[in-house]
């Protein structure tokens, strides 16, 4: 069965730092991944997902089989940042979250 | 609708009695999920459903614990014989089910906050 580790409950960074968000899988298959994101009093959202390769918000995310993880990276982090992330893996029309980082950006 | 609705957003129970919360998916979309969000726990899979069967149960916590989707749109979820531990946030999301790796992302509703007192 598939599996989401994020080992980090709690992140803190000062604005202008960068930050990377780990989050590792245990799936044998090829994974597809995602990072959701909630932000304080609004839905969880869509962030990114693996296969698109894309930059959302300075935010990006690489897949790497050999040590089975997918830690989302910022630069330069921004105190609108601060929110709660969940990796997620899906696979056989199902979605398994991690236990979620909650990211804090001081100014 | 335009988004996944979620009724009740707020509710209160006294320890024992049974709730159902129920969710609205996106028009068309096949897959349905249910999550648990508590404090500390982040997000516990429950239940998904794929059309009105659900293939995996084994996120249930316990038999006290029951969802059913008709229609192959709108799902309830039940909660029999509430205890203190149920308090959460019960998270629905839905989605399309494609064929195209990364495509099946999930919109998620506002959430049902439950209160077990």
């Known amino acids: 069965a598939q599996r989401v580790t994020q080992p980090e409950k709690l992140l803190s960074v000062f604005k202008g730092a960068p930050v990377e968000l780990k989050c590792n899988y245990s799936?044998?298959?090829?994974?597809?991944l995602f990072w959701y994101v909630q932000y304080s009093r609004q839905r969880l959202q869509l962030l990114l997902r693996h296969i698109s390769r894309e930059s959302i918000k300075g935010f990006t995310a690489d897949l790497n089989k050999g040590e089975t993880s997918f830690h989302l990276k910022k630069p330069f982090a921004q105190e609108e940042d601060s929110a709660m992330y969940y990796c997620?893996?899906?696979?056989?029309?199902?979605?398994?979250f991690g236990a979620g980082t909650r990211l804090t950006v001081k100014p | 609708g335009a988004g996944v609705s979620q009724s009740p957003s707020n509710k209160v129970t006294e320890k024992g009695k049974d709730v159902e919360l129920r969710c609205d998916p996106i028009s068309g979309h096949t897959a349905l999920y249910w999550y648990r969000q508590s404090l500390g726990q982040g997000l516990e899979f429950l239940i998904y459903?794929?059309?009105?069967?659900?293939?995996?149960k084994s996120g249930l916590p316990s038999d006290r614990f029951s969802a059913e989707r008709t229609g192959g749109s709108v799902s309830t979820l039940t909660i029999q014989r509430t205890q203190q531990e149920d308090s959460a946030v019960y998270l629905c999301?839905?989605?399309?089910?494609?064929?195209?790796?990364?495509?099946?992302?999930?919109?998620f509703g506002a959430g049902s906050r439950l209160t077990v007192l």
């Open positions: 799936y044998s298959g090829s994974p597809e």
């Open positions: 997620a893996l899906y696979s056989n029309n199902d979605m398994r």
């Open positions: 999301a839905s989605s399309l089910v494609t064929g195209f790796a990364g495509a099946n992302v999930l919109t």
């Open positions: 459903f794929q059309g009105n069967s659900a293939p995996d």
